[in-house]
């Protein structure tokens, strides 16, 4: 009889022993499942911030759902500027261009060079196809302040000082990035993502991208969608490839033989040397 009462008594502790152990050896599995899945995400890429950037040139995509920067009307334009546009022969440039307050004098691409509309504050601007608005280009360069404002204006960086300002040879994620000096571009640069994923860069010094050095867009990212806010000079090196909507706090530089598949919009001058200026799509 104790015999019985004590093989009872032991049978009933082992299960409830069994029983906690079980439960323990789930407990633990779990954040070793979620470490899987994060390594499976990131495809070789260094996790930061719960986004993903590829530092050794793979593919990465990883949205952050921030919101674009509203160009307003200064979005019809493919270049826009304060006190105006400087030009060596022959650039060819595809969408509407504009300068103001400054004279239409200061605006000196050939109508020949442009496939758009020139508009000038007067009818001092190049003829025969310059069109004289001044309230239009008042209110662009307006809405061109206020998106440079709001893209600078942006908080909470997924990335600070990334690559300690030279991002030569990275893959970019979406996302906000920030850095507190200039920023270089030695080598060539990918942006990766989904075709509605938004870049936004912020550049509180100059950026320079090296000569023959290429931005190149994977995975469906759209030119339209990527903002650089810069508030020192941009300067795109000989015969090189830029994509995105430039916000300059001052002059805006290409070399020449460079290309860019976006909007150049400072807020003192653009210089072009025989460059390819296309609006994004």
Not at 113 to 133: C, N, W
Not at 137 to 158: E, F, K, S, W
């Amino acid at each position: 009889m104790k015999i019985n009462k004590f093989l009872l008594i032991t049978a009933f502790l082992l299960a409830i022993i069994m029983g906690s152990c079980s439960k323990d050896v789930n407990t633990r599995r779990s954040p070793m499942t979620t470490s899987t899945t994060q390594m499976a995400n990131t495809s070789g890429a260094a996790l930061i911030n719960n986004n993903t950037i590829a530092l050794t040139g793979k593919d990465a995509v990883a949205s952050t759902g921030i919101q674009g920067v509203n160009l307003g009307v200064a979005g019809d334009f493919v270049i826009l500027s304060k006190t105006g546009i400087t030009d060596v022969y022959k650039s060819t440039v595809t969408g509407d261009i504009g300068s103001s307050p400054i004279t239409g004098a200061a605006v000196l691409l050939r109508c020949s060079e442009v496939s758009g509309t020139i508009y000038t504050v007067d009818a001092a601007g190049p003829l025969p196809s310059s069109v004289t608005s001044p309230t239009r280009l008042t209110t662009a360069v307006g809405d061109m302040q206020t998106a440079y404002t709001d893209a600078a204006g942006r908080i909470h960086p997924d990335f600070l000082n990334l690559g300690a300002g030279s991002i030569g040879g990275l893959t970019l994620t979406p996302g906000l990035y920030t850095w507190t000096s200039s920023l270089n571009i030695p080598t060539d640069v990918a942006l990766s993502g989904g075709p509605n994923d938004v870049f936004i860069f912020q550049v509180a010094g100059t950026l320079q991208m090296s000569a023959a050095k290429n931005i190149t867009l994977l995975g469906g990212v759209q030119a339209k969608n990527v903002f650089w806010q810069v508030a020192g000079a941009v300067t795109i090196g000989t015969t090189s490839h830029f994509e995105g909507n430039i916000l300059g706090m001052t002059g805006i530089n290409l070399q020449t033989g460079a290309s860019i598949n976006g909007r150049m919009l400072a807020q003192t001058a653009v210089t072009l040397q025989m460059n390819t200026v296309t609006m994004p799509q």
